[in-house]
């Protein structure tokens, strides 16, 4: 494997957690993005896993991901949600992030400057 050598972002991120997941090694995660997590990550308590951070083009079409993805520009990450942390999470993102996508399993949120408020569900 190459790729991205692990580096501490924040407390509880590391740099590895946002690398694009197919291997390419693509690392653009937008550090703007990463503090807001942090914030978020130390109000609630719990453990954040993050199941998608960057993308590149080609691992972005392979998980059906829309062609201008904010993934593929580093400004999205995905969290994890179970029973369990759904609504901890959910609550405390609200309160710093103000683009927000809930599924039934993951938690999106974006800091990208292109969009525009919204919060939806999947
Ligand atoms: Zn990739």
Redesign the pocket.
Same mark, same amino acid.
């Given at each position: 494997m190459f790729g991205v050598e692990k580096m501490k972002l924040t407390a509880h991120f590391d740099n590895n957690e946002f690398? +694009?997941? =197919?291997?390419?090694?693509?690392n653009n995660i937008s550090r703007l993005l990463v503090e807001k997590l942090e914030r978020v990550r130390k109000a609630c308590g719990v453990k954040f896993v993050i199941t998608s951070g +960057?993308? =590149?083009?080609?691992?972005?079409a392979a998980v059906g991901g829309v062609a201008n993805s904010s993934h593929v520009k580093g400004y999205a990450a995905d969290i994890a949600l179970t029973d369990y942390n759904r609504v901890i999470i959910i609550q405390a993102l609200r309160k710093e992030f103000n683009r927000i996508g809930i599924a039934k399993n993951f938690v999106h949120v974006d800091v990208d400057p292109d969009l525009s408020i919204a919060e939806w569900r999947y």
């Open positions: 690398t +694009c997941k =197919c291997g390419c090694g693509l +960057c993308r =590149c083009a080609k691992h972005n």
